[in-house]
Every structure is written in C-alpha cells, then in structure tokens.
C-alpha cells in the first residue's frame, strides 16, 4: 500500500516527531510512505531512507494552495492524512472545488476549542467559523486523545468516521535493569511559551522549596517566555534553585536523573513530554488540562492535580517526591504506547478510510 502524509513542518515539536515516527515504521512493512512537506527546512528526527519525502517550499498554509492542488491531483483517487486542521481545511476545499477522488483524514493534536481563544481575534472570526461549518466534511478523523475527540464532537459536529490514536513512544527494553541514580531536581521539558503555562510551575515549586529547600527545578527548553520566568523566580527569590538549560537535543539524562517531571499547561493534545518521562522511569505530575494528561496518569507512574491549582500542585510535587516508587512499574505503564502497535492502529485506520 502507498501512504501519503502532508505536514507542515517536520522541524520541531511532537506532531512532526509522530508524523516521522509512523511514516518510518509503516515503510519497514513494504510500504511505500510519501510525505509532502510545505516548508523546505529539513528534519529535526531521523526518517527512515525508505520514506519519500518532497518539499513543497511554502511558508504558509494560504500560499500552499496551488501546490497542495498539484499533490491532490497526483495522489487522486487514494487516501490521505493531514496533521494540520487548517491544512485540512484547505484540502476539503481543493477537493470539492476540481472534484477530486481524494480520501482525505485529519489528525487533530490539540484542544482545539481551547487552542483557538488564545489565538488572535482574526484567527478567531476566520478560522473558527470555517471549522465549525466545513470540518463535518472530512472523510476521517484521528484524535490524540479521548479530550480531544469530545471536543470535537461538541464543538465542531464531526462525523463518526473517527478514531482515537495516542502518540506513540520508542521503548528500550535494555533501560529496565538499569540502576536508578535519582538527583534532587524536579524536570520541565518543551517549549517556553504561554500555552505551556510554566509560570504556574515555578510558582508551585516556591512553595514547595518551603520543605525540600535544597532541590532545583531545571527547565530545558527555549521559547518567547524565557526572560519572563527568569524575572519571576527572581521576584519569588528562588532564582537560585532554578536553572535554564535552554535546548537540549539529547533530554534523556534529564529524565534519568529527575525525581519527577512536572507539567501545568492550560492545555494538550497528549504530551510527549509526559510519555518520555515514563519511558525513562521518572514519575510524572500534571494538572488535569484538556487533553491527554488524564489518559496517561495512573497510579502507577504518576499524579493528576486539579487544573490551575498551584496549592494543589505544590502538594503533589511533595507526595511524589515522598512516595517510594516502583520504577520499572512506571516504566511498563508505556507497553500500550509502542510504536509498532501504535503505527498498526495508523494503518488499519487509514485502510478503512
């Protein structure tokens, strides 16, 4: 079988490490994989040599219109999947307006009733609107979380032809019987902007230095947010327990070595950040934000803190650090998330489309 996927970018963030992922996986099973990127900038992860991969050369998604129209065109007649709901739109149209026989299947990786009002007002009375009146239109569906698809079908009357696919996570079975050498730091991981909400973690790890005052808290990560939170783990005079480590292209010592990773973001798709941290043994505290948290916190491996509570998340951060923990039980709660049962799931899905 032949699989097509458009993205945006592959530079990056989850969405473009799941695109790579799935596409690499699926083409070590005798397929052929072609992915069509808009931008020309390259990849941030590895993608398999058998894996096509054609750049379009477009910065946006309006500009990629009459490009997207010529892949439509060539791939007429088969499935594809878009990892970008305004992409997608813009597919829809190009379909109906030249009449193509194009399948086509939107993954969805964020909240996107949520996502949208932090957007800007044009964004807003633009995008919004043409989601809620066309999106019913897609031939398929893959939602990252169960938050997510409830969010779809109350906000955007999504069809049935849906389904809900985690992100999937690389296991390595050698790390098991590895000694765990815990150090007295609490781990941030992903990008410094104000979606991901970390001045809420900083806040909650002031009034948790109040009973474990000799521990750290290391954000590694860059982003616009950066010199804000400097300034308040300043103003908080905890500047000193606070390290920035900036990107970092290796996070696994990070995970290894942390006591816990935290995560208060007003909202997800299903963060990978919270899988890593699992899969390297470390437990993991969240607030309860639409989406994902809530699909991967058990009580084996971690724990769900009421949204936007500080007190709340300052608490857990205590019990976890408190709590003995069975580390290879943490590790094992990732046995779900593996990626050939993951890309399975990709594939099947995209099959019955």
Same mark, same amino acid.
Request: glycine letters at 6%.
């Given at each position: 079988?032949?699989?097509?996927?458009?993205?945006?970018?592959?530079?990056?963030?989850?969405?473009?490490?799941?695109?790579?992922?799935?596409?690499?996986? %699926?083409? +070590?099973?005798?397929?052929?994989? @072609?992915?069509?990127?808009?931008?020309? /900038?390259?990849?941030?992860?590895?993608?398999?040599?058998?894996? !096509?991969?054609?750049?379009?050369? $477009? *910065?946006?998604?309006?500009?990629?219109?009459?490009?997207?129209? $010529?892949?439509?065109? #060539?791939?007429?007649? &088969?499935?594809?999947?878009?990892?970008?709901?305004?992409?997608?739109?813009?597919?829809?149209?190009?379909?109906?307006?030249?009449?193509?026989?194009?399948? =086509?299947?939107?993954?969805?990786?964020?909240?996107?009733?949520?996502?949208?009002? &932090?957007?800007?007002?044009?964004? +807003?009375?633009?995008?919004?609107?043409?989601?809620?009146?066309?999106?019913?239109?897609?031939?398929?569906?893959?939602? +990252?979380?169960?938050?997510?698809?409830?969010?779809?079908?109350?906000?955007?009357?999504?069809?049935?032809?849906?389904?809900?696919?985690?992100?999937?996570?690389?296991?390595?079975?050698?790390?098991?019987?590895?000694?765990? $050498?815990?150090?007295?730091? =609490?781990?941030?991981?992903?990008?410094?902007?104000?979606?991901?909400? =970390?001045?809420? *973690?900083?806040?909650?790890?002031?009034?948790?230095?109040?009973?474990?005052?000799?521990?750290?808290?290391?954000?590694?990560? #860059?982003?616009?947010?950066?010199?804000?939170?400097?300034?308040?783990?300043?103003?908080?005079? =905890?500047?000193?327990?606070?390290?920035?480590?900036?990107? +970092?292209?290796? *996070?696994?010592?990070?995970?290894?070595?942390?006591?816990? @990773?935290?995560?208060?973001?007003?909202?997800?798709?299903?963060?990978?950040?919270?899988?890593?941290?699992?899969?390297?043994? *470390?437990?993991?505290?969240?607030?309860?934000?639409?989406?994902?948290?809530? #699909?991967?916190?058990?009580?084996?491996?971690?724990?769900?803190?009421?949204?936007?509570?500080? /007190?709340? %998340?300052?608490?857990?951060?205590?019990?976890?650090?408190?709590?003995?923990?069975?580390?290879?039980?943490?590790?094992? @709660?990732?046995?779900?998330?593996?990626?050939? !049962?993951?890309?399975?799931?990709?594939?099947?899905?995209?099959?019955?489309?």
């Amino acid at each position: 079988m032949h699989y097509y996927f458009i993205i945006n970018s592959l530079i990056g963030g989850g969405t473009e490490k799941v695109c790579c992922q799935i596409s690499s996986r %699926l083409s +070590q099973d005798k397929n052929d994989v @072609t992915i069509f990127v808009l931008d020309d /900038e390259g990849s941030s992860y590895e993608v398999s040599d058998k894996v !096509k991969i054609v750049y379009l050369g $477009k *910065t946006s998604t309006l500009k990629s219109f009459w490009k997207l129209k $010529k892949v439509l065109k #060539d791939i007429n007649g &088969h499935s594809v999947l878009i990892f970008n709901h305004e992409l997608s739109l813009v597919a829809l149209l190009i379909k109906k307006l030249f009449k193509y026989n194009v399948k =086509i299947i939107s993954r969805i990786n964020n909240t996107l009733s949520v996502t949208i009002k &932090h957007k800007s007002k044009k964004y +807003q009375y633009v995008v919004s609107p043409l989601m809620k009146a066309f999106y019913r239109y897609i031939d398929g569906y893959i939602f +990252q979380s169960t938050g997510i698809q409830k969010d779809m079908n109350d906000n955007y009357s999504v069809n049935e032809r849906y389904v809900v696919i985690n992100n999937p996570i690389e296991r390595f079975k050698s790390d098991v019987d590895k000694e765990i $050498k815990k150090e007295n730091y =609490i781990l941030y991981v992903g990008r410094l902007v104000k979606q991901k909400n =970390i001045k809420d *973690t900083i806040k909650a790890f002031s009034l948790f230095l109040n009973t474990f005052p000799d521990y750290k808290l290391v954000i590694v990560g #860059d982003g616009p947010e950066k010199e804000s939170l400097m300034q308040l783990s300043k103003k908080l005079g =905890i500047e000193s327990n606070v390290s920035f480590a900036g990107h +970092q292209k290796n *996070t696994k010592p990070y995970y290894e070595n942390a006591k816990l @990773t935290v995560l208060s973001s007003f909202n997800e798709g299903f963060p990978n950040v919270l899988l890593e941290s699992i899969l390297y043994r *470390t437990p993991i505290v969240s607030y309860d934000c639409p989406s994902g948290p809530r #699909d991967i916190i058990n009580d084996h491996n971690g724990i769900l803190v009421e949204y936007l509570s500080v /007190e709340k %998340l300052a608490e857990a951060m205590s019990f976890c650090i408190n709590k003995s923990w069975n580390y290879n039980g943490i590790y094992h @709660t990732t046995e779900k998330y593996s990626l050939e !049962k993951i890309t399975s799931q990709y594939g099947k899905f995209i099959k019955s489309i």
